[in-house]
């Protein structure tokens, strides 16, 4: 849904993939079956008016942009949405494959950004996306930060570059023959390429704004060396992820006003609270172990005599029985953002509502999409309600903190 942060008009909208399924009839099924539910809950809470657009986060696997990658699927789609009275001004195009069911771990990242598959995943999802979006209208393409750190080496993260410029100019051209401008999102991730601001303001300077960077584009796009920058800056940004800023021990309103300064977009902001251990205890151990499913990566940083940085859970479990991983844990496992507490653990609900306090201070508040992709495998003092229901009471939750 639409609605005003400060001085600025943004959208607040929930992601789709918390959602189970992979093709696109899977897709469009679960917007019907829970969309309703969701409204009517914020409907009766006085939080939506009847017929009132609804904002929709839409999670697409490499099969559903194929599928929907056509004139007579998209505009399925849009009467789909109009009957629905609901809008899409984003899209998740980071996981590639399957995301839930199945083992997903460290596979979330591949094809990444040194790979051709991940560039045309990206434009086809571009494409669908200008479709889909109002005129005059911003949307934004959230995607891998990269790729997996482990294993990549200078050559990689060089290559990962020119992809990256290569989606620019794909994106110019779109903006030329559509008229909507979309962004590319890279999401900062624990373990990744891109884990934190401090990589993305490295990654940038070394690898997209620099002289020589821009003179590459430059040739490349048929532009000066000055618009090549320009073009850079206007389609390749960041999704600040608060669950995974968090994990990382980083404060929000420091981190944003740093991206600020160096001119770097932010046009998406995802809304999730991570895990949270005030101080890691053995009696915690059953719980944490319980945690581990064999689906998601849980990477942890631990923040004892600086900060230790786990790549998964079970690694963090063996450093703490070596007498090692001592101090506040935070994992990352994404929790419904109204729980500041569930069972054993805690939550980063300080951390979000940090987040949300330094929106109004933005020159540009970035669409606001509420993401619990985890919801299946949470611990149930997680789940209290039901999906539809804590849906709704995510949306809810975050206009409330919004209004105060």
Request: hydrophobic share 45%.
């Amino acid at each position: 849904m639409r609605m005003s942060v400060g001085s600025d008009l943004t959208t607040l909208c929930y992601c789709s993939n918390i959602h189970a399924g992979e093709s696109w009839p899977e897709v469009s099924a679960s917007l019907d079956e829970y969309i309703p539910a969701v409204r009517a809950a914020l409907e009766q809470g006085g939080l939506l008016a009847p017929g009132q657009a609804f904002g929709i986060g839409l999670r697409l696997s490499a099969q559903a942009v194929a599928a929907l990658d056509t004139e007579e699927a998209l505009s399925a789609f849009q009467s789909q949405l109009d009957r629905l009275h609901a809008y899409v001004s984003t899209i998740n195009a980071f996981p590639y494959g399957q995301f839930h069911g199945a083992r997903v771990k460290e596979k979330v990242y591949q094809p990444d950004w040194r790979s051709a598959e991940r560039l045309d995943y990206t434009a086809s999802a571009a494409r669908i996306l200008a479709r889909l979006l109002a005129p005059g209208e911003t949307g934004s393409i959230s995607t891998v930060p990269g790729g997996w750190r482990h294993g990549l080496d200078a050559d990689g993260i060089g290559l990962m570059a020119r992809q990256m410029q290569q989606a620019v100019i794909m994106l110019r051209d779109l903006e030329a023959s559509s008229g909507r401008r979309v962004v590319l999102a890279l999401e900062p991730e624990p373990a990744c390429l891109l884990e934190n601001t401090d990589d993305v303001l490295d990654f940038f300077q070394r690898h997209l704004l620099n002289a020589q960077a821009c003179t590459r584009l430059a040739g490349l796009a048929g532009v000066s060396v000055a618009q090549a920058e320009a073009l850079t800056r206007r389609h390749l940004g960041i999704c600040y992820d608060v669950c995974h800023a968090a994990v990382g021990f980083e404060e929000p309103a420091y981190a944003l006003a740093r991206l600020a300064a160096a001119g770097i977009a932010v046009p998406k902001m995802q809304l999730s609270s991570a895990l949270r251990i005030p101080a890691m205890r053995a009696d915690l151990l059953p719980a944490l172990a319980g945690l581990e499913q064999g689906v998601y990566l849980h990477q942890v940083v631990v923040q004892g005599q600086g900060l230790q940085h786990y790549g998964d859970l079970p690694e963090a479990l063996a450093a703490f029985a070596r007498g090692q991983a001592r101090g506040e844990w935070r994992i990352h496992c994404h929790v419904p953002v109204f729980l500041a507490a569930g069972g054993a653990f805690g939550s980063t609900q300080t951390q979000l509502r940090a987040a949300l306090a330094a929106l109004p201070a933005m020159a540009h508040v970035p669409l606001l999409e509420v993401e619990t992709y985890t919801w299946d495998v949470l611990p149930s003092a997680f789940r209290p309600v039901s999906k539809a229901a804590a849906i709704a009471r995510e949306l809810a939750f975050i206009i409330e903190e919004l209004r105060a």
